[in-house]
């Protein structure tokens, strides 16, 4: 349950540069695909990207050993699903409690959790050992871990001259191998990136029309999903609710600002059409209420942002049925099936 939930608190932990091993040997260093008009991706000198570490990292997320109750990080993060879940489909009651994201692209987020309460990658999966996700017996992590034929030797080589299995390092370096993985999921093989790279002439009359509405003020999406990550990475209030509790607080929980209240992370559009529900709370089930929700249904709070009450926006954006129907033409467009089978990402 790697990215499931915000609530679990961060151990304070030392990080380190992973070094040479002592025996003389070297990690292999990963070169990560970065695809065309991408930025920079966030990746941290102290945890830098090795075969061997997304090698590890990859068999933890699979693997249930780091429980007590049959769980691993897939639980929640189904590849064939896009790397998420429904709360629904794991007990998890819709409303209640945050939306699983899902997991791609995440090398280029400056935060994690929908209110940025973890401000890296690295230390995410710590909160998982908590009794909300693993229920986690660490005494007994670290036995099976110890007893297993292969994970000891690929710790030694990951993470060299460094005792591993002791109790708070063990769930840092777990982490930080957890983290390798993920970064190296990479959603950019869709329709519209197969367009902008020429590979295709053109888009349907409809997906255009879509397309234009997106990256104009008549649909005004591009203000935060504009960039080829389709999200700005920032914290919006876009006016889902008119009164504020728990954490429907968002960015608020975080900072305990004023001006923080209701605001949330933007979250990719990239494969929304396989992503669903959707939201921090997941409130909405389909792609055409999350656009009625912006066409008539936004909530004016103090805290909401400037650009959902342009000028001419006071009543939503008001667009026809033609023109939703368009604009959700062109979100289907950012579909990318290819991740859903991916050799790479799989189950090793």
Request: with cysteine; hydrophobic share 35%.
């Amino acid at each position: 349950m790697l990215f499931a939930f915000f609530v679990a608190c961060r151990n304070d932990v030392s990080t380190s540069i992973t070094p040479t091993p002592s025996d003389g040997s070297s990690l292999t260093p990963y070169t990560l695909n970065i695809p065309p008009r991408f930025p920079k991706p966030y990746l941290p000198d102290y945890n830098p990207l090795t075969v061997e570490g997304i090698t590890l990292g990859r068999r933890l997320f699979y693997d249930s050993i780091l429980s007590s109750n049959g769980r691993s990080c897939s639980y929640c993060h189904h590849q064939n699903l896009g790397f998420m879940v429904k709360n629904s489909d794991i007990g998890l009651a819709p409303g209640l409690y945050p939306n699983i994201p899902a997991l791609i692209n995440e090398a280029w987020n400056p935060y994690y959790g929908w209110d940025g309460v973890f401000p890296d990658a690295d230390h995410v999966a710590i909160g998982d050992f908590g009794p909300m996700f693993f229920n986690s017996n660490i005494v007994n992590v670290i036995a099976k871990l110890k007893a297993d034929p292969t994970y000891p030797a690929m710790f030694k080589k990951v993470f060299p001259g460094q005792d591993v299995f002791v109790d708070g390092v063990l769930q840092e370096r777990v982490a930080f191998a957890l983290a390798q993985f993920v970064r190296t999921i990479v959603s950019s093989n869709s329709k519209f990136d197969k367009y902008m790279m020429g590979l295709i002439p053109n888009l349907t009359p409809e997906e255009t029309d879509g397309y234009d509405l997106f990256m104009t003020e008549k649909g005004d999406c591009f203000h935060c999903h504009g960039s080829m990550l389709f999200t700005d990475n920032g914290f919006h209030n876009t006016g889902l609710d008119s009164v504020f509790d728990g954490f429907n607080r968002g960015r608020f929980n975080v900072t305990g600002e004023a001006k923080d209240m209701g605001l949330f992370r933007t979250p990719t559009l990239r494969n929304c059409a396989l992503t669903a529900p959707y939201m921090h709370d997941g409130r909405y089930q389909t792609l055409e209420e999350v656009i009625e929700h912006y066409n008539s249904g936004v909530h004016k709070t103090a805290t909401i942002d400037p650009i959902m009450t342009l000028p001419g926006k006071e009543m939503g954006l008001l667009l026809s049925d033609t023109q939703k129907r368009h604009l959700k033409a062109f979100l289907l467009t950012l579909t990318d099936t290819t991740i859903l089978s991916n050799p790479q990402y799989s189950r090793p």
